[in-house]
């Protein structure tokens, strides 16, 4: 099956760095997102990003399909950033898809 | 919007039962897809449901099954309980089948195996 692999595993930074996280995947894909957990076991889904480039405030997020990597950016990292941040990718067959996970990103926010 | 939830929140069984967990989705989503994270094996998927057929499963044994009421709501069941099944079960809802896109995820259920 799909292999994903995300780099770094762990991360720790003061509050206010800058971060980029990097997911590779070993085959073409219909679907990549990036998710946080937070510590508390809530999965939030931030970005659904099969290809390009999309923001959403501090967060934005790239995927390079032709040379199946993906990336992640943090800036200005706030304690509430602290968790694990998975991402995923999706292969569509008859219109069912089922997401591959990484083993995630562990990021540790530090006041 | 109420969010997906899921009950209960934390579970403790031991070798050889059985064990049901519920999923009620977002009013309005008619998919439901189950996960397993485990420290080892990270996060898997389980099996989806959509309008009360499974409509795609993981790579899990039998002993994990499923199934999808008529209000969307959904349940999944692991008979003969191993303490491997320790784990944080996750659902997530989205409005269709194989629509990761605008999928949301509930709180989970903490499930310990003795």
């Known amino acids: 099956g799909i292999q994903v692999e995300q780099s770094p595993p762990d991360l720790i930074l003061q509050e206010g760095a800058n971060s980029t996280l990097r997911c590779n995947f070993s085959?073409?894909?219909?679907?990549l997102q990036w998710f946080h957990q937070n510590p508390w076991g809530q999965l939030i889904n931030l970005f659904y990003i099969p290809s390009g480039t999309k923001q959403n405030g501090r967060l934005s997020a790239t995927t390079v399909a032709t040379e199946r990597y993906s990336l992640l950016y943090i800036s200005s990292s706030q304690t509430t950033d602290s968790g694990v941040y998975f991402c995923a990718v999706g292969l569509r067959n008859f219109g069912n898809e089922k997401l591959t996970f990484g083993t995630g990103t562990r990021l540790t926010i530090i006041p | 919007k109420a969010g997906v939830t899921q009950t209960p929140r934390y579970l403790i069984k031991t070798r050889g039962q059985q064990v049901t967990l519920s999923c009620s989705p977002i009013?309005?989503?008619?998919?439901v897809s189950w996960y397993q994270q485990t420290p080892g094996q990270g996060l898997q998927f389980l099996f989806e449901y959509f309008s009360e057929t499974q409509r795609n499963k993981g790579n899990f044994p039998g002993r994990f099954s499923g199934r999808q009421f008529s209000n969307s709501r959904s349940e999944m069941n692991v008979s003969t309980l191993e303490l491997g099944d320790s784990a944080l079960y996750l659902c997530?809802?989205?409005?269709?089948?194989?629509?990761?896109?605008?999928?949301?995820f509930g709180p989970g259920t903490r499930l310990l195996v003795l």
């Open positions: 997530a809802s989205s409005p269709w089948a194989g629509d990761k896109e605008t999928q949301y």
């Open positions: 085959d073409s894909v219909n679907n």
């Open positions: 009013s309005g989503h008619r998919s």
